[in-house]
């Protein structure tokens, strides 16, 4: 917040350079809960550097680029008065860019927030210009119109929350993957026992081979046997189950697709939430 000083042929102990002073407050729970109300507040404090004529001043070298500097900072400061003090144009573009002040100033200007100008002038007959182009300067920024609301933001779930959510849909999953598999054991075991009800052959032994010993690739998966529990629902499938067996795989299909679509879901807020933080 210190600015530097120097004397000029219009003022002894001139500002050579704006000052601006920011305190931002956050204010959180304590307690660590589902709900979590988080306030923020700052405060800004700008003192502005007067603007100058170099022919009163009398500046050169680097008191001229330093009044230069000034001026222009100024002069993007009263740009973006004049784009927000304009009356039935909110839409309009405000050119915070143009200088560091003004980035700065970005929310004190057009933001949520409530700020109060004050402008120095002089009574002096030698300083009326620049007392008239100050009333002129605060007179703009009078017809700057701001809706101020609290900034609080509200925290449905804790982070340990989402994890513990995402580890409970996982051990759900797993217990669908579980009973999926025996379904299908469960089928196949009693098309079997049909078969020796009727005096016929199991399947697999009609294949099997009557002498020598078995070859290398008949325990491989994938030939006569389903490996994993999606490939057995899938030849459950195929072949056509009964109508309350494929009931039973739909739903809990449907289960698992809904269970991963809300994991997803968790996983973005989770990430939104890490990025808030």
């Given amino acids: ?3 530097s000083q120097a004397a000029t042929a219009a003022n002894e102990v001139s500002s050579r350079s704006h000052a601006v002073l920011q305190v931002i407050v956050e204010n959180r729970d304590r307690a660590p809960g589902t709900v979590a109300n ?3 507040g700052k405060l800004s404090l700008v003192d502005l550097a007067g603007s100058e004529r170099a022919a009163n001043t009398k500046n050169v070298g680097a008191r001229l680029v330093e009044g230069a500097n000034i001026n222009r900072s100024l002069l993007a400061l009263g740009n973006c008065i004049n784009a927000l003090g304009e009356k039935g144009n909110k839409g309009n573009f405000v050119p915070y860019r143009d200088s560091k002040l003004t980035r700065l100033l970005k929310d004190s200007l057009g933001g949520n927030c409530r700020t109060v100008m004050i402008a120095n002038i002089s009574s002096a007959e030698s300083s009326f210009e620049e007392t008239l182009n100050t009333l002129k300067y605060a007179n703009r920024a009078k017809n700057i119109k701001t809706h101020v609301q609290r900034n609080v933001l509200n925290v ?3 982070i340990s929350e989402y994890v513990q959510l995402i580890d409970n849909l996982r051990g759900e999953i797993q217990i669908l993957k579980s009973q999926i598999g025996s379904s299908n ?4 075991a009693t098309s079997h026992a049909d078969l020796r009800s009727r005096g016929g052959r199991s399947p697999i032994r009609a294949h099997s081979p009557q002498a020598g010993p078995r070859s290398p690739m008949h325990h491989l998966p994938g030939r006569g046997q389903p490996s994993t529990p999606f490939q057995a629902l899938r030849e459950s499938m195929r072949s056509g189950a009964g109508g309350e067996g494929r ?5 809990m299909r449907q289960r698992i697709v809904e269970n991963f679509q809300e994991r997803m879901q968790l996983r973005r807020s989770l990430i939104e939430l890490e990025d808030q933080n």
């Fill in 38 to 40: 988080i306030k923020l």
């Fill in 156 to 158: 449905n779930y804790h």
């Fill in 247 to 251: 009931e039973l795989v739909n739903n």
């Fill in 185 to 188: 054991v469960d089928r196949v």
């Fill in 1 to 3: 917040a210190k600015r």
